[in-house]
């Protein structure tokens, strides 16, 4: 078995308006407020082996039509850990609920529960009618029955070995805890694919110990007959969700649940037992529209008497998107020109947007910034770009759920999602959410694995390819038009996995290719003299710009070069370096050195990138690309671990035959100086790059309105 690294935290998509304990009997209950809608939803704890972060895919979508609360349940999180199996019985927990509502300044709210949560969830129903406005049990651990395997495990007594179900045993979690909770959220994920969701889990799971959840295991339960009675007595409105394919509690549970309490059953077909977390647009759907469906829209106009609408949405990740995705906006309007395109993005995207005078739609606001994890992910000049892509997963449900919900609302033609996450996963897992025309764009295919990520990293890349190329064989409708940013010729010669096709002959079956987008023409640029008269370089003057984009990743590169100044100075008469911090870098906080000069964010970086002898630069597509059109000498420096910029982006440089490239760990000062030295104001002899790759985009695109 391979072993599920442990993570630190990942950062929210949401964080709390109100946090605190609540205090019952002596035990600390730890809270959290989100939202300030009139109606409060109350995510209840599950058995102690997660805490309230299970809720993670609920609470940012949620919170934005409701309040929501949150606890961590006894003996895991920030909550207390009792030492005694009294203290684990199923009535103090609905007891401790109570505590938090009454902290929490809740009068009453929707319950929601999964698994062991409907315990208290039934009782705080029954024996509290006016503080519980309704009731969602999610794979409901009701006392009605488990799987046969599972009713013959022994839990007390001690075996000679553990195989399946043996290992729910309080001897085994404390022979190898961690092997146990990996066969149980196992068992829990019933769906392919579920790397990430198992992960979590585990972690979640080891934050607790062994024989806490021992004790919380032989704390009091409800039996059938007392359970049953509990049922008689519920008079709120009911809503039961369990998966059909539940590996932990039957289906048959749900259904019995359903019949007793008069409630609604909603099948989850093929579903596991934490179908919230592996399919949670529909389940965040059931929640909202349980609590109160969203009131009808105000206004409607018939399909003939709109104007052609597209809902355009650009990465965040660094700028090179905005400056692409523009050009092909313009010429998409060429070919449309009543044509309204809104933006669904966030900063830095926006402000390359509003300059150019495009309209960013007002839900931009509500979307959970990626550039900001992105970064809180990084080190010195180390990202890894596809754990840190996993790692959002939090971020990219919550943004795909502000899409959605304004889709719903308004009508659009068209759908454009540059590498838009999210939106093509999620449209994949929910093909019913496709209304309208949609076109993916991408400038690599295939997530690929750093050498040392070691057979843990292959299997993840691998999974994750093979579950594309699933998504696009079961349901090819979901994508009009994929569209490759570049040429065949571009896309890395390499596998998606053990077993799957090899990534150029896939992508050419099913992209079409635009070529190269630059975002502007470079036959524009062809006078160098007079453009670098117009961004004031003397003649005499050695121009080697150094900028690191959008993304703030790059400071530790940008303080390299820098500290390698002095030293290129003397070798290269006339040298002036120009530092571009980006949007996202503080110039004021980088070092200073005489006759250095540091600005902050440039509109028209390609401009200035065109008119040098030299830059600098990582190692990410736009910007090297732009070097290339322009036919600028350059050096890059991949990010370390970052698999695009040390494979895809390479691939395409080579075969361009552009920039030098430089490792990050064995650059010091001296040998960058040495390398500006040796390179600025050499003549290059790159590959042309194409001038027409937006209006062929476009082109593509325009076959869809």
Sequence with gaps: MITIPATTEQTRAAYPDAEGFAERDGVRLFWERYGDGEQTIFLLPTWSIVHSRHWKAQIPYLSRHFRVLTFDGRGNGRSDRPDTAEAYAEREFAADALAVMDAAGVASATMVSLSAGANWAALLAADHPSRVDGAVFIGPAAPFGQHAARAAAIFDTPMESYEGWQKFNRHYWLEDYRDFLEFFFGQAFSEPH?????????????????????????????????????????????????????????????????????????????????????????????????????????????????????????????????????????????????????????????AALEAAGERVHPASALLANESHHIESESAEHDLHCFQAWRRMDEILIANFMVFDDLVREQAYDLWIADEGWEIDYYLHENPEAKRAAYAWLTDFVGWLPMEDGGEREALLTADYNAEMIEHIARFPRVRDRAIFVGNTEDVIPESFGPGLPDIPSWTASHYDFAGHVTGFDPGELRDREKLRAELGYGPAEQVCVVSVGGSGVGRALLERVMAAFPRASSLVPGLRMIVVAG???????????????????????????????????????????????????????????????????????????????????????????????????????????????????????????
């Design 194 to 350: 579920s790397t990430k969701q198992i992960e979590d889990c585990v972690n979640w799971g080891l934050e607790t110990t062994p024989e806490t959840l021992a004790l919380t295991h032989a704390g009091r339960v409800l039996e059938r007959e007392e359970f049953i009675e509990i049922c008689s007595r519920i008079t709120c409105p009911v809503l039961v969700l369990h998966g059909t394919e539940d590996g932990i509690r039957p289906f048959a549970n749900g259904q019995e649940l359903a019949e007793r309490t008069g409630g609604t059953l909603v099948a989850l077909e093929a579903a596991g037992h934490l179908p919230h977390t592996r399919d949670p647009v529909r389940v965040n759907h059931l929640i909202r529209d349980f609590v109160a469906a969203p009131a009808p829209p105000a206004r409607w106009i018939r399909g003939r008497g709109r104007r052609r609408r597209a809902l355009y949405v650009s990465s965040p990740i660094g700028l090179g998107h905005a400056r692409r995705d523009i050009a092909i906006a313009r010429e998409l309007r060429r070919a449309h020109p009543d044509l309204e395109i809104d933006w669904l993005a966030q900063h830095p995207v926006t």
């Design 583 to 705: 949007p996202r870098i503080d110039p004021a906080t980088l070092p200073e050195h005489d006759g250095l000069e540091v600005r902050a964010f440039v509109p028209d970086l390609y401009r200035v990138l065109a008119a040098c002898d030299l830059a600098v630069v990582q190692g990410g597509l736009t910007t090297s690309m732009e070097l290339t059109a322009n036919r600028r000498p350059f050096l890059y420096f991949p990010l370390r671990h970052h698999f695009e910029q040390s494979f895809h982006v390479h691939h395409r440089l080579q075969r361009y035959g552009a920039g030098r490239r430089m490792d990050f760990d064995t650059s010091t000062p001296e040998t960058i100086a040495l390398a500006i030295a040796e390179e600025i104001g050499r003549e290059v002899e790159y590959r042309p790059v194409e001038s027409d790759g937006a209006a062929r985009a476009a082109a593509l695109l325009a076959e869809l309105l």
